[in-house]
């Protein structure tokens, strides 16, 4: 084996817990391609995976093929995820690379979990698989470029209702709204961040959200594009919890 070197600080690489046995990690995928080809990484070299569930393993690379790399693990060590606050983003879909500017940047703050749902004013209509599996990959190269061992949840609720049962998992909820106060309840173990479309919430939307007992939260003056409302919001809570 070659001596290690600090190369874990500069590449991780995700392996599907499906992929990794007692013993042994498969890579496979554009991280094959990434190793062989761009790190001309060779047997014997040293690579840091994580399984996207709190785990980094050290990993020796025992054999290269053409379409996947096989190593064998050297050391595992639990990651806990880093602050107290579990916090969620619920947004709604938009057009072109806005969304998956939402996956990332909220994964590199940390997000936990997303709730794509759907509402009256929305102008993407409806998620596809395909659309899912682009926000999964988004959030786990997100994950890796920003050193975290732990892959964000994204659940699609469908419509409002969808999203509303999903307020039961959060110790608290509030919604970015002008009409809001400053204040982030502290000391919760989780909260749920409801971000709309540009088009804004409906007066009926509005009277669901009274009566599941969502906060308002002011996030200034100026009118921000839905993406800008969400990292914006997101870095207020984190500021406020002293996560950032």
Known sequence: MKEETADWIHNLFFSPPEKISSRQIILSGDT???????????????????????????????????????????????????????????????????????????????????????????????????????????????MLQSRQYHLPHIVPCGGLDGLIEKFQDFAYVCVADMSGGDEIPLFLKSLLYIVGPEGGFTPDEITQFRNGGVGLLNLGENRLRSETAAIAGICKILAAYRQI
């Open 32 to 142: 094959v391609h990434h190793l062989k080809n761009v790190l001309r990484k060779k047997i014997g070299d040293v690579v840091f995976v994580t399984d996207g569930q709190g785990n980094r393993y050290k990993a020796e690379i025992v054999d290269i093929e053409r379409s996947k790399i096989i190593t064998e693990i050297l050391e595992t060590k639990y990651m806990p995820q880093k602050g107290s606050l579990n916090l969620g983003l619920a947004f709604v879909p938009l057009k072109g690379t806005r969304n998956e500017f939402i996956i990332e940047k909220g994964t590199e703050l940390g997000v936990r979990i997303f709730f794509p749902f759907i509402s009256r004013f929305s102008v993407v209509r409806r998620l596809s698989q395909k659309k899912i599996e682009r926000f999964e990959k988004i959030a786990r190269g997100a």
